[in-house]
């Protein structure tokens, strides 16, 4: 049963990744990745908040939001991917804005999820 609620999870979260990703690239003329660093932002922050509640939160809910649909949503290959792309660019500042931003943004945002359950 795990199984399939951490499929299901994962059949929402990964479109909603492609769709967020296509959406918020598209407003912005740069070679930043704004797309990916939004999904993986956001999922850190759900991903806190699911912590956060803790052992109050049953097992199988995390399997589907936790592990499914945050797993889907969030990607750490896309993200190493378009790095290693804007530094082949020689996009150096972008690929080192891109790690910066994207590991203080994704901690702070886990740990404002974190907050914000309890």
């Known amino acids: 049963m795990t199984?399939?609620?951490?499929?299901?999870?994962?059949?929402?979260?990964?479109?909603?990744?492609?769709?967020v990703d296509?959406?918020?690239?598209?407003?912005h003329d740069s070679v930043f990745p704004w797309g990916t660093m939004t999904v993986n932002v956001f999922g850190c922050m759900v991903l806190g908040f699911l912590a956060g509640l803790g052992t109050s939160l049953p097992s199988a809910l995390?399997?589907?939001?936790?592990?499914?649909?945050?797993?889907?949503l969030?990607?750490?290959?896309?993200?190493?991917?378009?790095?290693?792309r804007l530094v082949e660019q020689k996009a150096y500042l972008y690929a080192v804005m891109n790690v910066l931003i994207s590991l203080i943004a994704?901690?702070?945002?886990?740990?404002?999820?974190?907050?914000l359950a309890g």
């Open 106 to 115: 994704g901690l702070g945002a886990v740990f404002l999820g974190y907050a």
């Open 22 to 27: 296509r959406a918020v690239q598209v407003r």
């Open 74 to 84: 969030t990607t750490y290959s896309t993200f190493s991917y378009e790095t290693l």
């Open 62 to 72: 995390a399997a589907l939001l936790g592990t499914g649909f945050c797993g889907a």
């Open 3 to 19: 199984l399939v609620l951490v499929f299901a999870g994962a059949i929402v979260g990964a479109p909603l990744r492609y769709l």
